[in-house]
Every structure is written in structure tokens, then in C-alpha cells.
């Protein structure tokens, strides 16, 4: 493995890329690209342009399944992957990425196990999964999430995990169970919902995403509560009232 850095920093001085040095091996996710080294030019780059490494006999990029990136910062998912690994089903990145959507996602419609846990994603934006309808496996747990939008999981039919331990707006865990991934997933919603607003300015819309839903809950509790202690109030003074007027029949 160690002859492949020189030739990639070479690749790498020409333009700007990233290069994925991979150690192949078999794992529990079958034949899998073991990232040794990340090569590139800048943080921003995220087009690979090169997947190094030497397959074992008979393999080939075709035959691997999984890509373990753990360990390795990776800020924004991997672009143009699938040209080098076109058969993913894992992906493990468990360090950096800050944020990741569904464009990245298309490129690996086979997809069944996601995980990244561990990293510094804030927003899950609406339609993240729209072409990864096999996904199993679901994880990120020890995230920073605040926002996720409504619905987003609920087209996966076949998601059994679900993993969102120790986020800002919610904690909790699932396995092996459809049923309670989905109950999981409303409460995901609920404590984390975001909702989209569109305003205009400047002759331009903007598109600006609002993760109110938990205080709009706590808000509506709030003035609930002084709404019953006024109607509380009301049906009060209504008693003392009608006491009075009836005191003033029996009198006349």
C-alpha cells in the first residue's frame, strides 16, 4: 500500500480531487474498501477522481459492498464514488461531515446500511433517502441534529434500525422492528420537525428552513394553560354572579 502515496500526491498536485487509498478485505458487510488514507488538495474537495488498492484474486471494484470510512474526516459525502465502487450497500463515516444530501445519495441506489454516527450533521433535509427506498439500517446516533423534516424516513420499507441516540432534539434507538422504527420516527418529527418557509426579498425567495416545531409545542401548552385558568376564572366570577342575582329574587 505504501508505493500508491507517492503516485497519488503526484495525481493530486495537478488538480483538485480526492483520492481514496483503500485496503480491501473481507468484513461482516462483505468485500469492503478499508479508507487508509484520504487524499486531496483542500477540505472542500469531494470529487474522487481515483480509488487505489490492490483486490484480492478474483475481485474486483464491481464485487465490493461496503466503504468504511471511520476514523478519517469526511466533511461532505463522497461525489463520483460510485464511477470507482458502483455496488455499494454500506457506508460507514463516523467522522467530520457536516452536512449531506439526497444528490449524494442517488449515486448508490442498492444502498442498505448507513452509518454516521459520531459526526457534526446539524440538518436532515426533506427527501434525503428519495433514491434509496432499500435502506435497512439507519445510523446517527451522537450527532448534532436539530432539524429533521417531516416524513422522511417513512418511504423506507424496509428500515428495521433506526438509530438517533444523544441528538440535541431527540435520543432514542430502534432494532429489528418496522413497527417501532416508524413510532420512532414520529417522535423524531415531532421534537425535531422542521418546516419550510419561502419569503421574498429583493426581488428574489429564499427558502429558509425554521426548527420551531418543539417550542411551537411548548408555546401552544403555554397559552393553553392561561386560556384554562381564565375560563377558570370566568366560570368563577359567572358562580358569584348568578349567586347574586339569585340572592336578589328571594329578596324582592
Not at 1 to 12: E, G, H, K, N
Request: charged share 25%; with cysteine.
Amino acid at each position: 500500500m505504501r508505493f500508491l502515496l507517492p503516485i497519488s500526491i503526484l495525481i493530486i498536485t495537478s488538480a483538485n480531487c480526492l483520492v481514496i487509498d483503500c485496503d480491501y478485505k473481507s468484513t461482516w458487510a462483505g468485500y469492503t474498501c478499508v479508507v487508509q488514507n484520504l487524499i486531496r488538495s483542500s477540505q472542500s474537495d469531494v470529487t474522487v477522481t481515483a480509488v487505489n488498492g490492490n483486490h484480492a484474486i478474483g475481485k474486483s471494484k464491481f464485487n465490493v459492498a461496503a466503504i468504511d470510512a471511520r476514523g478519517l474526516s469526511v466533511p461532505r459525502f463522497f461525489v463520483n464514488l460510485n464511477r470507482f465502487l458502483p455496488n455499494l450497500e454500506t457506508v460507514l463515516i463516523e467522522k467530520g461531515m457536516t452536512e449531506i444530501h439526497k444528490e449524494e445519495l442517488a449515486q448508490f441506489p442498492s444502498l442498505k446500511r448507513l452509518y454516521l454516527s459520531n459526526n457534526e450533521l446539524q440538518v436532515i433535509e426533506p427527501d434525503l433517502f428519495k433514491f434509496n427506498q432499500k435502506l435497512e439500517l439507519i445510523f446517527f446516533d451522537n450527532c448534532k441534529i436539530k432539524s429533521v423534516a417531516r416524513n422522511v424516513f417513512d418511504k423506507l420499507d424496509s428500515l428495521t434500525y433506526l438509530g438517533f441516540n444523544n441528538n440535541p432534539c431527540y435520543s432514542g434507538h430502534v432494532e429489528n422492528n418496522r413497527g417501532q422504527a416508524l413510532d420512532l420516527a414520529a417522535k423524531i418529527y415531532e421534537n425535531c420537525g422542521s418546516s419550510m418557509a419561502t419569503f421574498s426579498g429583493y426581488g428574489s425567495e429564499s427558502c429558509v428552513a425554521k426548527n420551531d416545531f418543539g417550542d411551537f409545542r411548548v408555546e401552544v401548552r403555554r397559552k393553553f394553560e392561561e386560556l384554562s385558568k381564565k375560563l377558570e376564572q370566568l366560570m368563577d366570577e359567572t358562580s358569584r354572579y348568578v349567586k347574586i342575582a339569585k340572592e336578589s329574587c328571594d329578596t324582592d
